[in-house]
């Protein structure tokens, strides 16, 4: 059994994947806005040679994937000082300002690499891997006419389509075959050693402009900003992925709101009318006309503060939203599911596979790991819990 894991190819865990589509190096971040808005996933992959013609099957051996983006890399570019009073010059810019600098955060592999490669690569950094699938474009003339009228395409060499492979993809596939490790899955993270005491953290009160580095840096991290009060008691977090499934006007949220209004709207699904009218009325104190035309979605409040005659009636700038908010919805508010502001959490004492489980359930690379009284021991990853498995796998060799 355990020499049956150990040959397990990467292509084995891509089954059933959908192949990625493709946004050429040459495009813009309001190609990269448009293509994200298209996409099924929240993400789309950037690579270095140009598919959009309709040529989906080049031979370019060169042509790589060199970078994932999100809507969490165009509104952090979006919330740039010099871009506050102009976004739609932010949206000009080419696509490559958005990709990450640290190298090796995608790395292609053969389908036949090993499971202990794929760990390996992830360890050393890689946040996600490109493996080769086999294309299932052709023959089909309707679907080759779909992919031509889009402004993704998939990149196809030699019959090949590529997928990726995540973090979540191994760990999934080792959950599947736990018992192999006993009994490491049964120790606490505790004692396996794997609580890492550094994470990102931003306060309650702070004002959620000044989060976008870390934001940024939890993005390349694959984990999240924890949210604490002045005594180091998680309340909350500003995650990436629930960042990720709103659209580009969450970046005039986050220059007006403070990390606490943040929460509240993302709690919310979106802003709500009360959120709407500070957010105008503070852009507007500040001058950034052009980020009030460009996000600011037009409501009720608008009509509201059209026709107020007394400045009394005006929400102020320095008003702090009330968290009862997070219990309402605005009429805006979208029927898809998408993640809170709750931390996913966990204590020392949780053991290794019941905090793989946990993770898992809620799509999510880490946990939380705080004391009783909820003030944050650390935080821990897949990429923690994978070295743990890497030793094992090893030894089993």
């Not at 192949?19 to 099924?40: I, N």
């Not at 992830?122 to 402004?151: C, D, E, H, M, Y």
């Not at 709207?265 to 959120?275: A, K, R, V």
């Not at 503070?282 to 608008?302: D, P, Q, T």
Request: proline fraction near 4%; aromatic fraction near 6%; charged fraction near 20%.
């Amino acid at each position: 059994m355990a020499a049956r894991s150990l040959a397990f190819e990467v292509a084995d865990l891509c089954l059933g994947k959908p192949p990625l589509r493709a946004l050429p190096l040459s495009a813009t971040v309001g190609d990269a806005l448009a293509a994200l808005k298209e996409a099924e996933n929240n993400f789309v992959s950037v690579w270095n040679c140009d598919h959009s013609k309709g040529d989906l099957n080049a031979n370019d051996e060169n042509c790589v994937c060199i970078g994932k983006i999100c809507m969490v890399d165009i509104i952090c570019y979006l919330c740039k000082e010099e871009y506050l009073s102009s976004p739609a010059l932010a949206l000009k810019s080419p696509v490559s300002v958005l990709l990450s600098k640290v190298n090796g955060l995608v790395r292609h592999v053969e389908a036949s690499s090993s499971l202990l490669d794929a760990i390996d690569l992830i360890l050393q950094g890689a946040q996600n891997l490109v493996v080769p699938i086999k294309s299932n474009n052709t023959g089909n003339s309707k679907r080759k006419q779909l992919l031509k009228s889009s402004s993704l395409s998939p990149i196809v060499h030699n019959g090949l389509e590529f997928c990726w492979l995540t973090q979540e993809d191994i760990m999934r596939y080792l959950l599947s075959s736990i018992g192999l490790f006993s009994p490491i899955p049964t120790l606490s993270i505790d004692t396996l050693g794997i609580i890492s005491p550094e994470f990102l953290a931003v306060g309650y009160h702070s004002m959620a402009s000044s989060a976008i580095g870390a934001i940024s840096q939890s993005l390349v991290d694959q984990t999240s900003v924890a949210v604490v009060d002045d005594d180091g008691t998680l309340i909350g977090e500003i995650s990436p992925f629930a960042l990720a499934c709103y659209d580009e006007t969450v970046a005039a949220a986050i220059t007006t709101l403070s990390v606490g209004e943040l929460m509240t709207y993302i709690d919310c699904g979106g802003p709500t009318e009360e959120i709407d009218r500070v957010v105008e009325a503070r852009l507007k104190e500040r001058n950034l006309e052009g980020m009030l035309e460009e996000f600011v979605i037009e409501s009720s409040s608008s009509t509201i503060l059209s026709s107020s005659s007394s400045d009394e009636e005006l929400p102020s700038p320095s008003r702090t939203l009330s968290r009862l908010g997070r219990y309402s919805r605005s009429t805006s508010y979208s029927a898809r599911m998408v993640r809170r502001a709750e931390a996913i959490v966990c204590h020392p004492g949780s053991s290794l596979v019941a905090v793989m489980i946990q993770a898992i359930a809620h799509r999510v690379n880490y946990l939380w790991v705080i004391e009783d009284d909820c003030s944050v021991v650390g935080i821990v990853t897949f990429a923690n819990m994978l070295e743990v498995f890497l030793k094992n796998l090893e030894s089993m060799i």
